[in-house]
């Protein structure tokens, strides 16, 4: 699988969404698996027009563990006072929800197959890994900020079908991953390949790593 090729070297927190090729990732001892409740939020989202009332209430329950979260934003209380708090306030919230969620999974006026039955479904499926963020004050409840990152990556993703080759594609990538680079340490692109492209015809190539966009 692709993720765990990606990630063989990896070690520490790795937050996802529910797709199943992170599954196995989620075995090894060196990763801890957490879930983003975004992306659990917006199953039940999407069930408004097919349940009001039952993805309303779980939308609701969510907007609490949500508040929680803008108050550490608003206040910053530290790490250990963020564990506390999660522990104190946002631990009764999820049990009451998962309480609620797997009632009404079992209930028969909910199918399986219906929108608000596969939300339900999404979210006791991967309720360990949806919780597990308030065992850690430096975790946050979804991966809202790398998404956000990526963005003009996923809004371009169909343009990249046609990218003439899959040596193209991959030097397409580099370019991005080259431009991101730049971007997480505050340095101009345009400078940064200007004086790249100045450079390499002369550069050792067991130095080539010096011309990285990264600030030393």
Known sequence: MVPEEVLKYFKGCLQTDGYAGYDQLGKRADITHIGCM?????????????????????????????????????EQPGVDRIKELRQQDAIPVLDGLKAWMEKEYASSQVSPKSSIGKALAYSLRHWT??????QNGEWEIDNNAVENKIRPLALGRKNYLFAGSHNAAQQAAMVYSFFGTCKINDINP??????????????????????????K
């Open 38 to 74: 975004a992306h659990a939020r917006r199953k039940f989202e999407a069930a408004l027009d097919n349940d009001f009332e039952r993805a309303n209430h779980a939308l609701v329950e969510m907007q609490k563990l949500y508040a929680i979260e803008r108050y550490f934003k608003k």
């Open 190 to 215: 345009l400078e940064w390949l200007t004086d790249t492209l100045r450079k390499i015809p002369d550069q050792n190539v067991n130095h080539l790593h010096e011309l990285l966009p990264i600030k």
């Open 129 to 134: 890994q949806l919780c597990a963020y308030v």
